[in-house]
């Protein structure tokens, strides 16, 4: 089992930066696939981005490609997301994710952290 604990919200204006850290517990953070969601008010939770377990490959949602990166530190076991040029829509809860198989870290992960809020101005 695997708890993860999100960190780095706040505000930020349209075209700043972000960068939000999920911290893992367990020694074993290097064997889960990990995600980003985010759930914006009134819509539906959606995927944002992944990284495999050794960080060798990521996906990403066309909504932030070349914006938001992912990124992974197994030995702090910490993953990354760096948010750059925000736009008023990517206001959302922020949820990391984190499931053992990969298949699943798009849609059903296994566990989820608490979420953060990212607000970003116009």
């Known amino acids: 089992q695997v708890q993860l604990v999100e960190s780095g919200g706040g505000l930020a204006q349209a075209g700043g930066s972000l960068r939000l850290s999920c911290a893992a517990s367990?020694?074993?953070?290097?064997?889960?696939?990990m995600g980003w969601f985010r759930q914006a008010p009134g819509k539906e939770r959606e995927f944002v981005l992944a990284?495999?377990?050794?960080?060798?490959?990521?996906y990403y949602a066309d909504a932030v490609k070349g914006r938001f990166t992912i990124s992974r530190d197994n030995a702090k076991n910490t993953v990354y997301l760096q948010m750059n040029s925000l736009k008023p829509e990517d206001t959302a809860v922020y949820y990391c994710?984190?499931?053992?198989?990969?298949?699943?870290?798009?849609?059903?992960?296994?566990?989820w952290g608490q979420g953060t809020q990212v607000t970003v101005s116009s």
């Open positions: 367990g020694r074993t953070f290097s064997s889960y696939v």
């Open positions: 990284i495999t377990w050794n960080g060798d490959r990521t």
């Open positions: 994710a984190a499931d053992s198989n990969a298949i699943k870290i798009s849609t059903t992960p296994r566990y």
